[in-house]
């Protein structure tokens, strides 16, 4: 691993991972290839360990012809694939964007990988997925396991069931040597503000409403962006070609739950807010169509084959997010005032 290609590297987990990778390991070539849509910013790819080691090129992971140059190029070896749609709602609204992305898109890297490192040993294809291809379990239902059955139920859950199914083909038909990762909810910093604890944080903040989909019991399991990255990364140096491995936060706190613990740290660092207490902002709205109830990962392959362990408790994590995100006002505001991200607020939520 001497040359990693990081699609959807300027987006929220992809620019920590490249961030993690740069200062985790002195002997690699960094290249993020972003097409810089709406969640994906150069502002947070800024102040990388060792720069010099970094490069970024434009581009679309459709794009055939751009994808063979980029590997080509940069003589990649690794591939660690992030680029994707990924916000449930969205793939509501508009599902053809997550198939043309998530599909087509890893389709023609794997395409293109295949056709560059053909014959080549020391490659690697890590493709980064989700607890939600698994679909929703009961309340009393045991964790999922690498080898359970998928059952998607949304439009976002399909196409990335879809991309894993392809990533194994692959493997299977080609011998191409891959990885793959599902893991639980991500936060952190950099996390675009439509996804849950962003979004809390942001709103609460600015006395906004605190829109809580239905009852709030959904219960996900809250896994911290740096403990991601560090699995991924003990993935690609210790994990075995072929093998899927699961990444979770080992937490099942509900929705509410968490929006109550944001609530509480905002208290405590704007305690003369005039909105204050934060938790009387919370807001119960129409829930999203065919909302899955829980998701709940195990992860005890991940620990014991490779040695992988948290470093971030739900309370800890949660409160150096809120810590980032009271000090990162200019890149929250370049969000905030976009019309993009105007639109989709009052798209997604105004008529609930």
Known sequence: MQHVLVTGGAGFIGSNFVRHLLGAREDVQ?????????????????????PERHRFVKGDVCDRAAVDAVLAD????????????SHVDRSIAAPGEFIRTNVTGTFTLLEAARAAWRGRDGVRFHHVSTDEVYGSLAPDDPPVVESAAYAPRSPYAASKAASDHLVRAYATTYGLEVTISNCSN?????????????????????????????????VRDWLHVEDHCAAILAILERGRPGETYHVGGGNQPTNLEVVEAICQLLDVRYPDAPHAPHRSLVTHVTDRP??????????????????????????????????????????????????DYRRWIALNYGAR
């Open 30 to 50: 960094v290249v993020t290839y972003d097409l810089l849509t709406y969640a994906g910013s150069l502002e947070n790819l800024r102040d990388l360990p060792r």
């Open 186 to 218: 991500n936060y952190g910093p950099y996390q675009f503000p439509e996804k849950l604890v962003p979004l809390m944080i942001v709103n609460g903040a600015l006395g906004k409403p605190l829109p809580v989909y239905g009852d709030g019991k959904q």
């Open 290 to 339: 065919g909302h899955d109830r829980r998701y709940d990962l195990d992860c005890t392959k991940l620990e014991r084959e490779l040695g992988w362990h948290r470093r971030h408790g739900l309370a800890d994590g949660l409160a150096a997010t809120v810590a980032w995100y009271a000090q990162s006002g200019a890149w929250l505001a370049a969000i905030r005032d976009s019309d």
């Open 74 to 85: 940069h003589a990649i070896d690794t591939i660690v694939h992030f680029a994707a749609e």
